[in-house]
């Protein structure tokens, strides 16, 4: 059970190019999220999905465009990128509920753009 | 602004009790608190959550005073594999929207 997978793991970007960050979980998750971590801070939430076909903005999604056109998939797009962007990303799922669900994180993709 | 502050580091010996405060006095009547923590290189895991009252799990407890604004994460004996970051978490219910403390990082002496 691989549980919530990201690719890539690590990318180097130049200033305008473009990217998609792929993640995927295994758990049959209704809900799905995406977090940026910037150094000695805690996870800040960029867009999030509670079903498939369905997506919407969190903390701080300027920059940023998702799409969650499967279930299990849930797709993190640059159009260009820039050196603010500079990040480790997670992605999460969770289960629907009336009451809170824990979230679960993959392993993180570390992106740096010069 | 909704906010959590916590301690920027800590230190427990091992097989010693570690209490983990989290200070959220704005926190409202609604909103979950929940504890994840980081390994390096790894993503937040789950370790506890609560409403108002005490938690317990087979991993830590949690302390919420009545007022609830502070918790307080317990991990009963400390090991070397406890240290990490450890993240104090508001949840507005039904906004899927976890906003995170600044975290703790957890130093464990042998």
């Known amino acids: 059970n691989a549980g919530v997978t990201q690719t890539p793991k690590f990318r180097v970007l130049k200033t305008g190019q473009s990217m998609t960050l792929l993640c995927a979980q295994d758990?049959?998750?209704?809900?799905m999220y995406w977090y940026r971590q910037d150094p000695g801070m805690g996870l800040r939430l960029i867009h999030y999905?509670?079903?498939?076909?369905?997506?919407a903005k969190g903390e701080v999604p300027d920059g940023y465009n998702v799409s969650r056109l499967k279930k299990q998939n849930f797709l993190l797009g640059l159009e260009s990128a820039a050196p603010s962007q500079t990040s480790v990303y997670f992605c999460?799922?969770?289960?629907?509920?009336?009451?809170?669900?824990?979230?679960?994180f993959g392993d993180g993709t570390r992106l740096s753009i010069l | 602004d909704a906010k959590t502050t916590q301690p920027n580091s800590m230190e427990s010996n091992e097989e010693e009790p570690v209490h983990l405060p989290c200070n959220h006095s704005?926190?409202?009547?609604?909103?979950?608190i929940h504890w994840y923590r980081q390994l390096p290189s790894q993503g937040p895991e789950y370790v506890i959550h609560?409403?108002?009252s005490n938690v317990n799990n087979r991993m830590a407890s949690l302390a919420i005073a009545e007022d609830r604004k502070s918790s307080t994460l317990i991990l009963h004996r400390a090991t070397l594999r406890d240290a990490a970051v450890y993240y104090c978490i508001r949840e507005a219910p039904g906004t899927y929207k976890y906003i995170f403390g600044t975290g703790t990082r957890l130093k464990v002496l042998a």
């Open positions: 999905s509670v079903g498939e076909g369905t997506t």
């Open positions: 609560g409403l108002t």
């Open positions: 999460a799922s969770s289960r629907s509920g009336q009451r809170s669900q824990p979230q679960h």
């Open positions: 704005t926190i409202s009547g609604t909103d979950y």
């Open positions: 758990m049959n998750h209704e809900y």
